[in-house]
Structure formats: structure tokens, C-alpha cells
């Protein structure tokens, strides 16, 4: 089934978003996601100058061979760039080989393990008030598990707060288009000093079943993570998502031995090798990563497949800047793995919606693929065209001295 044609399209229905369209000899088509926020031309140019000649004329059904030709002929290996690309063909071939079987993708790759797949979502508030109807909110949407952000007092603008700047903001969507980054501002000890007692007041609001989590956003330093991983033990979190930057891996060797709060790391990450200390010493318990910036599911499943062994789960990347495209691909693998944990919501603009058609649904707190052949998705490209690329960057954080800090 030889491939004939593959173009790239970059539309911003909302947001930006870089999707693959793989078209076989036979007239089936797929579509991968490209988008890396922020940095959206480049993966196009990756794809359209480098990746989309060597499709022409190669077997589509080959989706372990095209992926190891990808990454191996490079050269030039890992990288968000290049992974994003080679995840946006994989996720294509795959869409391609399950219409052509006639069957929804999560059955190729050994079909259902649960009913449906566990979402949460972003609750966040200026203030108390503003948070709790956040997560009634949330509550009333049917979700059965919470993402809890805050102000904090003396910080003008925090990570995952909605409806801090101007603009369109049909949830929170960090990256803002400005010709350059918007700069925000960063305390660590206020930070630290205000949390618990936000967790306390979730806790006495909703009471103690609801499964909340909250996202560090890379800014401690080991200390100062397990000392928060400590303070928020009482308020029993499903996760504290990327609670010190892990590049460096050995750091999280610190943090664990102080704290039994879960730890969710791994959504910068773009390869199994960013992770081989963390599952082998099972110092995280969820791995972040998105389908689209790790090499697509073929590289997700190894991934995966590795975790399990160490009672690790899945919570895979899903914000707004993973198109419903990605979005369709991590269902499919959520639906179809046995370490399935949770995935990551966010509901896309009625634009996005517009220009990709879906088929998966969201019901009392779960997501389900659908049963379409393939993917799920379609792209109206006509409607894509009416939405031309617009720049958008994701904030820079500075500390009160001008000190660049972790965003
Ligand atoms: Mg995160």
C-alpha cells in the first residue's frame, strides 16, 4: 500500500496546530499531529523539507520499520523537534492501517482493557471563592477527578490560573499570541508558604474522595519538592505533576525519599531514554508524556510496556495545544494499555472543533474513542484554510531580581 502524497497543514483555529496528511495508492488517508507549542514552524519545515520525500513510495503498512528509518537516518537523534515529526507520521500510518482493516485503532492494538478512559480536568482560581466554582464547575461537566491551580498572594501571574490576561480564553491557554513571550513573575517560598492551606480548603469544600492533582510546572528545587510532597501528604493527591525539572533524573532520588505523595513527571520528555532512572528505580508513579512529542504510539507503547513492569501508570499530555488529532491517538492507547492511570483533559475551542471533526465522546467523567475505523478524526480542510498561522509563545518566568526561573 505505497504512499502517494503527504502535506503538511498548519492552521490556528483558536491555537496553532501542525497536522500530517498521509494519503496511500489506494485513496485512504491519516493524519498525525505535529504541534509542538511555541514552536509550531519548525516541526512543519522538519516535516515538509525532510520527512515528507522519504515518504513518497514507501509501504505505509511498514509503520516499526518507517518509524526506525525516521529516527535512525537522521542521524541527529531525539530532540522535541524531530520526535514531534516522527510521531506525527506514525500516528498517520497507524490511522491509515486500522481504516484499512476497517476497525477503530484501539483494536489493533489489542482492544479494550476498561469501559472508558478516566479525564481530568483544570480547576484553577484567583481565589478561594473563584477556585471552588471552578470545581463545581468541573463537577457539573461530569468530571470525576481535579486539577487544582492557584494564585498565590504577591505573584502576579501563575502557571494554570485562567483568566489572568487579556485575549481569548475559552480555558486557560498559556501560550499567548504576542510577537514575544508575555514574561511572568515567580516566588518559590510564597508559593510554598500558600499551597497546603489551598489543599486544606479543597478538602473541606469537596470533602475526601474526589481524586485532586496539582502541577509543579518544573519550578522547585529537589528540597523544596519534597517538602511540599510532605506538606500536601494530609490531603492524600493522586499526583504532584513535575515537581522539579528532571532532566537531571538522580534528583528525583531525593525528593522520594521524603514524601509518599504520587509524582507525575515526563511531559517535556520526548524519548524512553529520558526515563530509564526513574522507572528502573521507580522513583516516579505516572508518566506524562504526550503521543505527539515522544515518537507517536509505536514509541508510547514501549514506553509504556517498560513502566508496567515497575507498577508505573500512564497519564499522557493533554492540553489544548495537543490537537484532537493527538488527542484521538493517547485515547485509542489509553483504552487498549493494562497500566492505563488517568489522562489529561482540556476541552478544545468550538474553531478547533470545527476544523477537526471527532468521533470521541466525553461521558460522567470518561472519554471513549468511538468506534470509527482509524483515528476518529477528520480534517476539514477548507475550514482549516480560514485560519492562518498566527505567532504564539508560552510565558518566560523571571524571578523579583529579573532572574530567569523554570517556567
Ligand atoms: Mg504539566
Not at 491519516?30 to 525532510?50: F, I
Not at 520499520?65 to 537522521?74: F, G, K, M, P, V
Amino acid at each position: 500500500m505505497k504512499i502517494v502524497a503527504a502535506e503538511v497543514i498548519v492552521t490556528s483555529p483558536s491555537r496553532n496546530f501542525v497536522t500530517l496528511k498521509i494519503t496511500t495508492e489506494d485513496g485512504l488517508t491519516g493524519l498525525g499531529d505535529g504541534t509542538l507549542n511555541g514552536r509550531e514552524l519548525s516541526v512543519a519545515s522538519y516535516l515538509t523539507d525532510h520527512v515528507v520525500p522519504l515518504l513518497i513510495g514507501r509501504d505505509a503498512h511498514r509503520i516499526e520499520d518507517t518509524w526506525q528509518y525516521l529516527y535512525r537516518s537522521a542521524y541527529w537523534r531525539r530532540g522535541p523537534v524531530t520526535m514531534a515529526a516522527i510521531a506525527a507520521v506514525d500516528v498517520a500510518l497507524w490511522d491509515i492501517k486500522a481504516k484499512a482493516a476497517g476497525m477503530p485503532l484501539y483494536q489493533l492494538l489489542g482492544g479494550a482493557s476498561r469501559n472508558g478512559v478516566m479525564a481530568y480536568g483544570h480547576a484553577s482560581g484567583r481565589d478561594l471563592p473563584e477556585l471552588f466554582d471552578s470545581v463545581r464547575k468541573h463537577l457539573a461537566l461530569g468530571f470525576k477527578s481535579i486539577r487544582i491551580q492557584t494564585s498565590v498572594p504577591g505573584i502576579n501571574a501563575v502557571y494554570g490560573v485562567a483568566a489572568q490576561t487579556e485575549g481569548e480564553r475559552y480555558d486557560y491557554e498559556p501560550a499567548q499570541r504576542t510577537p514575544l513571550p508575555v514574561e511572568e513573575d515567580w516566588d518559590t517560598r510564597a508559593y510554598l508558604r500558600h499551597l497546603p492551606g489551598v489543599f486544606e480548603a479543597v478538602r473541606n469544600e469537596f470533602g475526601p474522595e474526589l481524586p485532586l492533582l496539582h502541577d509543579g510546572h518544573h519550578r522547585m528545587t529537589p528540597i523544596q519538592a519534597a517538602r511540599l510532597g510532605k506538606d500536601l501528604e494530609p490531603y492524600d493527591l493522586f499526583w504532584l505533576e513535575d515537581c522539579t525539572p528532571a532532566e537531571n533524573q538522580e534528583a528525583l532520588r531525593l525528593v522520594r525519599q521524603h514524601t509518599t505523595t504520587p509524582l507525575a513527571i515526563g511531559e517535556v520528555f520526548n524519548t524512553v531514554w529520558d526515563y530509564q532512572t526513574l522507572i528502573r528505580e521507580q522513583l516516579i508513579d505516572y508518566v506524562r508524556s504526550a503521543v505527539t512529542h515522544t515518537g507517536g504510539i509505536t514509541a508510547m507503547r514501549k514506553l509504556l510496556d517498560f513502566a508496567a513492569q515497575y507498577q508505573i501508570k500512564s497519564g499522557i499530555h493533554g492540553p489544548t495545544d495537543i490537537s484532537p488529532v493527538g488527542m484521538a491517538a493517547a485515547l485509542h492507547l489509553d483504552l487498549a494499555i493494562h497500566n492505563f492511570g488517568i489522562q489529561e483533559y482540556m476541552q478544545h475551542s468550538p474553531l478547533t472543533d470545527e476544523v477537526f471533526r471527532q468521533s470521541f465522546t466525553f461521558t460522567g467523567g470518561y472519554l471513549h474513542p468511538g468506534e470509527q475505523p482509524g483515528l476518529g478524526v477528520e480534517l476539514d480542510e477548507q475550514a482549516a484554510a480560514r485560519f492562518p498561522y498566527v505567532a504564539a509563545y508560552l510565558p518566560v518566568n523571571r524571578l523579583k531580581d529579573g532572574t530567569v526561573h523554570d517556567w
